[in-house]
């Protein structure tokens, strides 16, 4: 059973330039979350994408933007990078069952360094 | 704003003693709260979690207690291994915006042979 993937691991940008991640949720979940970590901190929440729709936002600019798939993985895609978006970018996936859907399951994120 | 606070970044135990990690929180409306454990190179697994309805949950070696009228939530490792070894995070949501989770920036945990 396939848990979360991640693509790539690690990522070198420059500022200003524009940045994709990739996310395969677990098997048979719905519901992809995208948390930003960094350095020093704890997960931030960005957003999260159920039914290929933005469900919820965080607080992150419009630079940051995402999309959903019909099989339930995910992009994250940061426009114009500053070097504060430099950190380690997570995937979280959940099904939509149930009241308490917070048990979510991280993939091993992409770091993102901005130079 | 930081709503789930982890005031002690590091913490080292000895092997077989207990470890307790501290977690404080101010959102009132919180009521679902989580730890989570994270090894290097991978991402945070889940590890126990408490809804606002108890005060204590626990699960095998590991018990999370909660303080609602002190907004504070502890989780126990009893006894300790060194495969405990990781950083903890302590994570809150609340019921009318539950998607979005807040997490505390961690507690490294060093349990010692």
């Known amino acids: 059973d396939a848990g979360v993937t991640q693509s790539p691991t690690h990522l070198i940008k420059t500022r200003g330039q524009q940045v994709t991640l990739r996310c395969s949720p677990k098997s048979g979940h719905d519901t992809v979350s995208w948390y930003q970590q960094a350095l020093g901190q704890g997960p931030q929440f960005i957003f999260q994408y159920y039914e290929e729709e933005e469900r919820q936002r965080g607080n992150f600019p419009d630079r940051f933007s995402g999309h959903q798939f019909p099989n339930y993985s995910s992009e994250l895609n940061v426009n114009a990078l500053l070097l504060g978006d430099s950190a380690l970018y997570l995937c979280?996936?959940?099904?939509?069952?149930?009241?308490?859907?917070?048990?979510?399951?991280f993939g091993s994120g992409t770091q993102l360094s901005v130079l | 704003d930081q709503q789930v606070k982890q005031n002690s970044p590091s913490l080292s135990v000895q092997e077989g003693r207990i470890s307790i990690l501290n977690c404080d929180y101010t959102?009132?409306?919180?009521?679902?709260f989580l730890w989570y454990k994270k090894y290097p190179a991978e991402g945070p697994t889940f590890l126990i979690s408490i809804s606002s309805i108890k005060d204590k949950n626990e699960d095998g070696r590991f018990t999370v207690f909660l303080n609602k009228s002190a907004k504070h939530l502890s989780l126990h490792i009893v006894p300790s291994q060194p495969g405990d070894s990781a950083v903890y995070f302590c994570a809150a949501s609340a019921r009318y915006n539950n998607n979005d989770m807040r997490f505390g920036a961690g507690t490294r945990l060093t349990v010692k042979p």
């Open positions: 959102n009132s409306m919180f009521d679902y």
């Open positions: 979280a996936s959940n099904t939509d069952r149930g009241r308490f859907n917070e048990k979510l399951f």
